[in-house]
């Protein structure tokens, strides 16, 4: 034994439990549910902010601080990842899903939130310290100091490549949407850079919640009674919530005589229902109704006219929906679950009929965060045949002289034009009529004679709209 003193050993950190901070554990296992199980954020949310608020100590803030961020996150993940790769010293593939989850948090907390610098940290090492353990939180605290160095825009100049270099690829990196999904966006919005960066900058955004009082059972004056209502912008029937709001809370909306209802898709129901038709009125169908939205403001209009609404629905669940929504309804109306490509009804039983056929979706890119991660080029195979099996079905549901709106909430041309353009060669008896009239005072709607909706320039989901007029 040496009798050389010893140097003092420096105390052992005393161990520390880390905190739970109840808001970004929410937000953490909402993001492991929208990525382990492919749950929609819009979905898994709720419940768990619910269960925090049943347990106490979790308030309307701290709701809204999880919501905003799941949400963001989610919406930039493709610019966070891309900040992500830059700071770690492999592959992002070879990143623990839980761990990358954890990061993409607190990126997003550094880069697009206004929470200070050392608050994001720190609240994100706790939050690895909960959920992954204390080794792995040395690790997403070394990459977040990283990431800290530099703001939003410093970083996109490092990550993104030049616009000139590669316009799609900068875009979809600096507004954080897959490369296919600018490239599809484009081709149908055309025009310059301006256009498109302000689309995709929309589709970042979060929607304000727009009302619909359904005609004859609610009036905007009503809903406009709420705190921070204000009316829509283009349809009469809207009312849009500024801050965001509780519609559930709204009586007319709980007892369905309003309902939420984005503009775009109130000004598909308005137009059809404008649309002139030669002779007879009287029998409206709705051919894709679940789960009713749509269809619970067709049914109040063909009630104004005496006209009744049929409105079918492929999937029973989704049918039982669409008689929840159209229940009240002050007409005439029947609900059936059935298959829109071979229709328990007659050819040419109808004046009007509306078919708003399943689609990629990527017109609502801003209400539904991981959308557009999930979608694949692949996708539109699938859609196509059922997209022409049902307008095809449409068009011979409708009488001569009637006519059929084909919509969408995707603007892509392969779910558009082209489906509109094959089936017209199949109907040489039918028409396009022009939808631009039949939305008066709507702005921008181009050259006709279909009509397409954009989030950047009409404040709603890309709703897509063609007017189609039997003539024999
Ligand atoms: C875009 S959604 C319709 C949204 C609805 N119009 C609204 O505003 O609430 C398309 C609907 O078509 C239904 N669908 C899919 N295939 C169908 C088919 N072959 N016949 C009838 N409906 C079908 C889907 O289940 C889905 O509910």
């Not at 990143?95 to 990061?103: I, K, R, S, Y």
């Not at 994001?120 to 353990?133: F, K, N, T």
């Not at 507004?175 to 966006?185: G, T």
């Amino acid at each position: 034994m040496s009798d050389q003193p010893r140097r003092p050993r420096r105390p052992a950190k005393p161990y520390r439990r880390p905190q739970k901070d109840p808001v970004r554990v929410i937000a953490f296992e909402a993001l492991r549910a929208v990525d382990e199980r492919d749950a929609y954020a819009n979905l898994v949310l709720p419940p768990l902010l619910r269960k925090a608020r049943e347990g106490g100590g979790f308030d309307a803030r701290d709701a809204a601080l999880a919501t905003e961020l799941v949400y963001g996150t989610l919406r930039r993940q493709g610019t966070y990842d891309a900040v992500i790769a830059a700071c770690v010293d492999r592959p992002l593939r070879e990143v623990d899903p839980p761990v990358l989850d954890v990061l993409s948090l607190g990126a997003h907390q550094l880069l697009g939130t206004r929470i200070p610098t050392h608050a994001a940290v720190s609240a994100s090492v706790e939050l690895a310290r909960v959920v992954l353990g204390d080794g792995r939180a040395k690790f997403v605290n070394a990459v977040l100091r990283k990431i800290a160095q530099d703001d939003l825009d410093g970083w996109l100049e490092r990550v993104a490549p030049p616009y000139d270099e590669d316009p799609e690829d900068h875009l979809a990196v600096v507004h954080s949407h897959p490369r296919w999904v600018v490239s599809a966006l484009w081709d149908s919005l055309g025009g310059g850079r301006a256009g498109i960066e302000d689309l995709l900058r929309a589709d970042n955004e979060r929607p304000e919640v727009t009302l619909v009082a359904r005609p004859g059972r609610a009036t905007t004056a009503e809903l406009l009674d709420e705190e921070a209502a204000v009316p829509g912008r283009w349809s009469p029937y809207a009312v849009r919530l500024a801050e965001g709001g509780e519609p559930g809370a709204i009586t007319a909306v709980a007892e369905g005589r309003a309902g939420v209802q984005d503009e775009g898709s109130q000004l598909v129901a308005l137009a059809l229902a404008a649309a002139p038709v030669e002779g007879r009125d009287r029998m409206w169908l709705d051919a894709c109704a679940g789960p009713g939205g749509k269809a619970a403001l067709l049914g109040a209009l063909a009630a104004e006219r005496g006209a009744v609404l049929l409105a079918a629905e492929k999937q029973p669940h989704r049918a039982a929906l669409v008689a929840k929504a159209l229940a009240g309804s002050p007409g005439p109306y029947q609900v059936v679950a059935a298959d829109g490509t071979r229709p328990p009804w007659r050819p040419g039983s109808f004046d009007r009929v509306l078919v708003d056929v399943p689609c990629t979706g990527l017109g609502a890119l801003r209400r539904r965060p991981e959308a557009r991660w999930r979608r694949r080029p692949a996708d539109l195979d699938g859609f196509a045949p059922l997209q022409r099996g049902l307008l095809r079905t449409a068009l011979e549901s409708v009488r001569v002289g009637g006519v059929v709106g084909y919509a969408t909430c995707s603007p892509h041309l392969a779910e558009t034009r082209a489906v509109v353009a094959d089936l017209l060669k199949q109907f040489p008896d039918a028409d396009l009529l022009d939808a631009r009239p039949l939305l008066p005072g709507v702005p921008d709607l181009g050259d006709g004679p279909d009509v397409q909706l954009w989030p950047h320039v009409h404040g709603t989901d890309a709703m897509y709209l063609a007017l189609i007029r039997r003539t024999g």
